[in-house]
């Protein structure tokens, strides 16, 4: 995408996760996409920054977008919109990569905006197997200001399937690549 800015000088958060010295509350980095307002555990997250040009994955499941490079690593990006069920839409200037980790892997998440990160009380988060059974990536939905806020466990973000097919894909790509994508690091 012609004329992005590297995101490194635009970071918002850095270093986000600090645990909270109350063990009743949680920590959550929360977005948008369109109107759906989207939490994600704060310890999961290491920065927020805007977005740069995707490198396409061959073999990649539909739900990676491309990769782009961290530090040399070759963290794949994740369309959070078609996970929700949202329509597609083109990358934008606007847009804001959040970049997070699991125990597996690293991700980059593609957001509308970024609203900040919030401490709630952890009774006060409805566990979505109550009122959303069988949606196992979305762990709870709390209330903020009048919005609801779908709490998503990015840990089951990807299916086995798509883990196994996304793993397979990167390994392809490290071995045919030899360096980071584009031969720069976005970060």
């Known amino acids: ?3 992005l800015v590297p995101a490194a000088k635009y970071r918002f958060f850095t270093n986000i996760s600090q645990k909270s010295q109350n063990n009743s509350m949680a920590e959550f980095v929360v977005f948008k996409l369109d109107a759906v307002s989207v939490g994600v555990s ?3 997250v290491d920065r927020i920054v805007n977005a740069v040009e995707i490198t396409p994955l061959p073999r990649a499941p539909a739900i990676a977008l491309g990769i782009i490079s961290v530090h040399g690593a070759m963290v794949p990006v ?3 919109r078609q996970r929700l069920g949202l329509p597609g839409r ?3 200037l606007s847009d804001r990569f959040v970049i997070a980790r699991t125990p597996a892997r690293s991700l ?3 957001v509308d905006s970024v609203d900040g990160v919030f401490d709630y009380e952890e ?3 409805t566990d979505t197997s109550e009122v959303l059974p069988g949606i196992e990536q ?3 939905i709390v209330s903020r200001q009048g919005d609801i806020i779908f709490i998503h466990d990015l840990e089951k973000f990807l299916s086995i399937n798509e883990a196994a097919s996304l793993d397979a894909a990167l390994t392809t790509a490290s071995h045919g690549a030899g360096a980071a994508p ?3 690091d976005a970060f």
Request: glycine share 16%; aromatic share 4%; no cysteine.
């Open 1 to 3: 995408m012609p004329g």
């Open 42 to 44: 704060a310890a999961t």
């Open 78 to 80: 994740v369309d959070f």
């Open 90 to 92: 083109d990358l934008r």
């Open 108 to 110: 980059v998440l593609v």
């Open 123 to 125: 009774s006060h988060i």
């Open 138 to 140: 979305v762990q709870g």
């Open 182 to 184: 584009g031969g720069k």
